[in-house]
């Protein structure tokens, strides 16, 4: 089956740096997409990444290593308005998006 | 970027009643469009794709004569939940999708429709 793990919950420092992993099986790969979402609000898009590598935009990047099946989102200089759920998904062959249960980040100040 | 509305942003209505969502692509030409379902705490579960003209494709385990979408053109989908129950008391969050592949092949989501079914 089509499967994607991430952390349920995470907790980080205002201004420090946090990791949030990724890891997925899936029949075929287009693409991983990034989101975050905001308490009672509809996902909004942060990263895709097809190819191995970093992606850098601003205090976020997102890496691909597409022969472990292992992702991760880096969020740096932390703010109290990034304390939201990080949702990872897949594209898979049939162009289908296949979602995490998504990551809950908490900052504290 | 890519604009995706929808209405209402939230309705509250009584048990046995039918409930019309609209998912409207402001800027772009969505041939595809889904529906998700969003419960408190969890993932968003993908209920239904659709495509421009065709029928709705169902997810395993959604009723599609509860749950019915119309995708009569390329900026207008309805999800429209028939003789709803409090179970059906969701966050309801349709996305479109333009043509090409890759990056293109990204999601724009509307705001979400809060369901609550009294």
Not at chain 1, 80 to 88: E, F, G, N, R, V
Request: charged letters at 15%.
């Amino acid at each position: 089956g089509q499967n994607i793990d991430q952390p349920t919950e995470m907790t980080a420092t205002e201004g420090a740096i946090v990791q949030i992993n990724c890891t997925y099986q899936t029949s075929g790969f287009n693409g991983l997409f990034w989101y975050q979402q905001h308490a009672g609000e509809a996902p909004t898009f942060l990263s895709y990444n097809v190819l191995d590598g970093l992606e850098e935009k601003g205090r976020f990047s997102s890496f691909l290593s597409r022969s472990k099946g292992y992702s991760y989102l880096l969020l740096k200089e932390l703010q109290m308005k990034d304390s939201a759920s990080y949702l990872c998904a897949v594209m898979d062959s049939n162009y289908q998006l296949i979602w995490g249960a998504g990551t809950k980040l908490i900052i504290k100040p | 970027g890519a604009v995706v509305s929808q209405h209402p942003s939230w309705v509250i209505c009584k048990s046995g009643t039918s409930v019309k969502i609209e998912c409207r692509s402001l800027d772009f030409q969505a041939t595809t469009m889904f529906w998700y379902r969003q419960f408190p705490k969890q993932s968003l579960m993908l209920m239904a794709t659709s495509n421009e003209g065709s029928k709705a494709t169902y997810e395993q385990g959604v009723e599609k004569d509860k749950f019915l979408i119309n995708h009569a053109s390329l900026t207008l989908s309805t999800l429209t939940v028939t003789s709803a129950h409090p179970e059906d008391s969701s966050f309801y969050i349709c996305s479109a999708r333009g043509r090409g592949t890759g990056v293109e092949s990204e999601q724009y989501f509307g705001p979400g429709t809060r369901l609550t079914v009294t």
